[in-house]
């Protein structure tokens, strides 16, 4: 009965182990977009004032 038990218990904390990286996996996702836009954005508006002088 022991071992079974320990065994659910190492597949439970596979399972959060695994939803705490997903979930650090979207964030991460997130952020770069993020920055990727910014970037572009900040990147096109420095070519605009630069073609402007």
């Known amino acids: 009965m022991e071992n079974m038990t320990s065994d659910n218990t190492i597949w439970y904390v596979?399972?959060?182990l695994g939803l705490i990286y997903l979930i650090i996996?979207?964030?991460n996702r997130?952020?770069?977009k993020r920055r990727k836009s910014?970037?572009?954005m900040e990147g096109?508006?420095?070519r605009d004032k630069n073609n402007e002088h």
Do not use: E, I, S
């Open 14 to 16: 596979l399972a959060v």
């Open 25 to 27: 996996l979207f964030r």
């Open 44 to 46: 096109k508006r420095q």
């Open 30 to 32: 997130k952020a770069t």
């Open 38 to 40: 910014r970037k572009f």
